[in-house]
């Protein structure tokens, strides 16, 4: 059984620059969350989707967008892209709304803003 | 606030050896509370899960404990394994319409 894809693996982008970042689900796993991981402030939690609709929402900017396709796959965006935003962003999938069957976790894209 | 605490920060112990990582949590209800094990670079792996109604739970060389009514959790290794170093991250996960919370995790260092 294929565990949880995110790609790409790794990432270089430029300040102000856009991007998107990719995450498979395990089959038959309809919620998909996001975070974001930093050395100082640990996992932060995006946002999380449950059969395309966005039930949860953490505090970060407007930059930072989700979105959830009818196979369950989702993506993820930054817009106009800045140094602080340098993170592992992990996503995590579970069968059904609310994580009590547990969270598998991605192996997560390094992203660098430079 | 709904916040989990982690202590140590890091901990470095000889192979063999044992030790016990710290989780305090102020989140109320909440559902269950999972440690997760981190390798540098890798996304977290579950060890154990418990509910509030459970005391400890047990996989392999890692058992967790939790005391409800303190609201504390603590996962003891036995036997430290150079490969048991990572980092360790306590999560509770709330009842009801809210997101995981997490630690900041303890980075344990197992050397020769």
């Known amino acids: 059984k294929a565990g949880v894809t995110q790609t790409p693996r790794y990432l270089i982008k430029t300040r102000g620059q856009q991007v998107t970042l990719s995450c498979s689900p395990i089959s038959g796993h309809r919620s998909v969350s996001w975070y974001q991981q930093t050395p100082g402030q640990g996992l932060q939690f995006l946002f999380e989707y449950f059969s395309e609709t966005q039930r949860n929402k953490g505090n970060f900017p407007g930059r930072f967008s989700g979105r959830q396709f009818s196979n369950s796959r989702s993506e993820m965006n930054v817009s106009t892209l800045e140094l602080g935003d340098s993170a592992l962003y992990l996503c995590?999938?579970?069968?059904?709304?609310?994580?009590?069957?547990?969270?598998?976790f991605g192996s997560g894209t390094r992203l660098t803003v430079v | 606030k709904n916040q989990v605490e982690q202590s140590p920060q890091s901990l470095i112990i000889l192979e063999g050896k044992n030790c016990t990582l710290q989780?305090?949590?102020?989140?109320?209800?909440?559902?269950?509370l999972r440690w997760y094990k981190q390798d540098t670079g890798r996304g977290p792996v579950s060890l154990t899960i418990?509910?509030?109604?459970?005391n400890t739970k047990s996989n392999g060389r890692y058992t967790a404990t939790l005391d409800a009514d303190t609201k504390q959790s603590s996962l003891h290794i036995t036997a430290s394994q150079l490969s048991d170093s990572a980092s360790y991250i306590c999560v509770v996960i709330p009842s009801g319409n809210t997101p995981l919370v997490f630690g900041k995790g303890t980075r344990l260092s197992v050397i020769a």
């Open positions: 995590a999938s579970t069968p059904q709304w609310q994580g009590e069957y547990g969270y598998t």
């Open positions: 989780c305090n949590y102020t989140v109320s209800p909440f559902s269950n």
């Open positions: 418990m509910t509030f109604s459970e």
